[in-house]
C-alpha cells in the first residue's frame, strides 16, 4: 500500500477481507437432508418435509398478553436438533416458523 493514498482508503482495504469472510460464511448457513439442502429463511413445513422429524423439538410459545393474544413482540420459538449424522449435531432455530439459525456443533 502505498503511503500517498488517503487514510478512508486504507482503512478500507484493511477491512474489506473482514467483510468478505464475513459474508462468505454466512453463505453456509445451509443443512444438506436426504438429496436437497434446507436453509435460513425457510419454514418448519418446508424443514420436515425435506428431513423429516427432528431427534428433539423444544417448543416455547410467545408470552401471552391480555385476551389470549400475543403480548407485544413476542414471538413463537421453536428449537430443534437433528444427529448425530457422521459425529455432528445441527440446531435449528425458528422464529414464528421461520428458520433463523442452523449450528453445527461435533460430539
Known sequence: ?????????????????????????????????????????????QVERQCGAPANRQVIPAAQGSHSNKRGNAVNVENWVYGPRNGAYYSLKFLDGKLVSI?????
Open 1 to 45: 500500500m502505498e503511503m500517498g493514498q488517503p487514510r478512508t482508503t486504507r482503512h478500507l482495504l484493511c477491512w474489506l477481507p473482514l467483510a468478505l469472510l464475513a459474508v462468505h460464511a454466512g453463505a453456509f448457513a445451509d443443512m444438506r437432508c436426504n438429496t436437497g439442502l434446507v436453509s435460513e429463511g425457510d419454514s418448519t413445513v
Open 103 to 107: 449450528d453445527v456443533s461435533r460430539e
